[in-house]
Structure formats: structure tokens, C-alpha cells
């Protein structure tokens, strides 16, 4: 790894103007999905289309925040900053409570199994989620 790779840090986002709302959300403790006004659905990763009907008529709405666990895997080694200090840590794709499935860390799960339900919860301003309280 040389001295530039080092120093950068591959777990924050490089926002740019349409991404812009969806990170200064995260930022504040709030999760955004687009919702698709021509068929109604909601997709992630945020998009300038829809992915199911390829309408442009989509719009930035607040998620619940509740999500449940569809698979993981331990991640045990990571050589990108700031990774290796996290290892062994969990990477997820969870359902969310609105429909579409999201790449995520799951965090404070000693023991993680499908269906687990989930919450939102954010580390610099970076949406990862944790087991929801009972």
C-alpha cells in the first residue's frame, strides 16, 4: 500500500450534487430511499431513475429506520483504512421496512441470524444498523 492509499480513507462517502441529500440526511440521523411516483416504488442505492418502470418522477422520502437482516458475512480482513482496526466486523444486506434491500454493517450483533430485525444507526455519518430493541 503506498503513502496516498494510507492516508485515504475508504469508509466516507464523496457526496456529489445529486448524492448531496441523501449524505447531509445520514449526517443529521435521518435515512433517505427514492420513491418512484409513476409505479410507486421505492429502490436503493439512490438513483436519477427508477430501476423497476425507468421513470425520472422520483423523489427523495424519509425511511423508517427499520430493516430486517437477509444475509452476512465476518469480514476478517481488510487491508483499506480504516478497515483493518474494525476487523472482524460485519458486512449485511438487509431488507428495509419499505421494500428495497440495502448493503450495509451490522453492528452490536454478537449473533446474527435471517430475519433478525434491525435499526437504523449511524457512524459518521455513514447508516449502519444494529439489533432493534424488544
Known amino acids: 500500500m503506498d503513502a496516498t ?6 469508509d466516507l462517502p464523496e457526496p456529489d450534487a ?11 440521523g435521518r435515512l433517505l ?3 418512484c ?7 436503493h442505492y439512490p438513483r436519477e431513475f427508477c430501476p423497476h418502470c425507468w421513470s425520472e418522477d ?18 476478517h480482513r481488510n487491508d483499506l483504512p ?26 452490536d450483533a454478537p449473533e446474527p441470524r435471517a430475519g433478525l430485525d434491525l435499526t437504523v444507526a449511524f457512524r459518521e455519518g455513514v447508516p449502519v444498523f444494529r439489533p432493534a430493541a424488544d
Do not use: K, N
Open 5 to 10: 492509499t494510507a492516508e485515504r480513507r475508504f
Open 18 to 28: 445529486f448524492t448531496r441529500p441523501y449524505w447531509q440526511a445520514a449526517a443529521e
Open 33 to 35: 430511499l427514492r420513491r
Open 37 to 43: 411516483r409513476s409505479c410507486g416504488r421505492a429502490h
Open 58 to 75: 422520483v423523489i427523495w422520502e424519509p425511511a423508517t429506520g427499520r430493516a430486517t437482516l437477509y444475509t452476512w458475512s465476518v469480514v
Open 82 to 107: 480504516p478497515f483493518g482496526g474494525r476487523v472482524p466486523y460485519v458486512a449485511a444486506v438487509v431488507d428495509l421496512a419499505e421494500g428495497p434491500r440495502m448493503m450495509t454493517e451490522l453492528v
